[in-house]
């Protein structure tokens, strides 16, 4: 993990890759573009399927929308490789460039893929931990603003908090580290950090979760049914076979996507329980 990471200097945003796309998943989302769409595409339009020509005419027209005889093509049906290349490159890597649009040319160009080119994409996208992932020919987000705003009211706040936050950062690096992501003791630091805020807003190191449950119950702030599905949330981190047991071969594989759901889920209940303080 970088100092930046590991010391926090990074935003949520960048280390979930949400509205942003740094230069090293800009850098992967070209060489899968160079090497398997434009590339698989140019091996067609040699065998006379003109695959690259009809990309490349669409391309012009319905993305880029600009004049037609502007194109790298010829009557023949023909593209000049390089060109084309050369004008996508200058686009891809321009600093007028939003990221989105990068997001609007992969989504757009995947549909005239007949390869792997979707799944290359997202197997990057996984990688370098974007929040956003091309399903059904389209690129949507797996990471919500809600979601976002969620984890940095809970990170973002005083030193009474502290330790709540020391845990909420740690759960959040062992998420998003590109190198080595551990899922498992990302949902176990998100766990310890409602633990944390129990005990604060109990006013008792002793506190458990259960214990604010019921004091929330009793002072009205907390239904029934939500109680429940509070109890169960974290019981399903500490049964046998649990997350917060020690790792045996059976245990089921822990992903991306359950972890991220943990750590949005225990820092909309801490941000709850201050609401209730």
Not at 63 to 92: C, G, M, Q, W
Not at 180 to 196: L, M, V
Request: glycine letters at 4%.
């Amino acid at each position: 993990m970088r100092f930046s990471e590991r010391l926090g200097y990074k935003s949520i945003k960048q280390e979930l890759q949400y509205e942003i796309i740094d230069i090293e998943l800009k850098n992967s989302l070209w060489t899968i573009f160079l090497g398997i769409f434009i590339n698989n595409l140019e091996q067609l339009n040699y065998h006379n399927e003109r695959e690259l020509y009809t990309y490349t005419y669409s391309l012009w027209r319905d993305f880029y929308k600009l004049p037609i005889d502007t194109a790298p093509i010829y009557n023949d049906k023909s593209v000049n490789r390089e060109l084309l290349t050369k004008h996508i490159r200058n686009f891809f890597y321009s600093e007028e460039t939003e990221w989105y649009e990068i997001y609007d040319l992969i989504e757009f160009s995947g549909k005239f893929s007949k390869t792997e080119y979707s799944d290359s994409i997202n197997k990057i996208l996984e990688r370098e931990k974007a929040g956003y992932r091309f399903l059904k020919s389209q690129i949507v987000p797996i990471s919500s603003k809600e979601e976002i705003q969620e984890i940095e009211e809970a990170i973002n706040e005083s030193d009474s908090f502290k330790s709540v936050k020391i845990h909420l950062e740690t759960s959040l690096h062992l998420l998003s580290n590109k190198q080595n992501p551990d899922y498992r003791n990302s949902i176990k630091e998100s766990i310890s950090a409602i633990e944390s805020m129990c005990k604060i807003f109990t006013n008792d190191n002793k506190s458990t979760l259960g214990q604010t449950l019921k004091k929330l119950e009793e002072v009205g702030h907390l239904h029934p049914a939500l109680k429940k599905a509070f109890s169960s949330l974290y019981g399903y981190t500490s049964d046998n076979g649990g997350i917060r047991h020690s790792l045996i071969e059976t245990d089921r594989k822990i992903d991306f996507y359950e972890a991220k759901f943990m750590l949005v889920t225990c820092s909309a209940f801490i941000n709850f329980l201050k609401s209730r303080m």
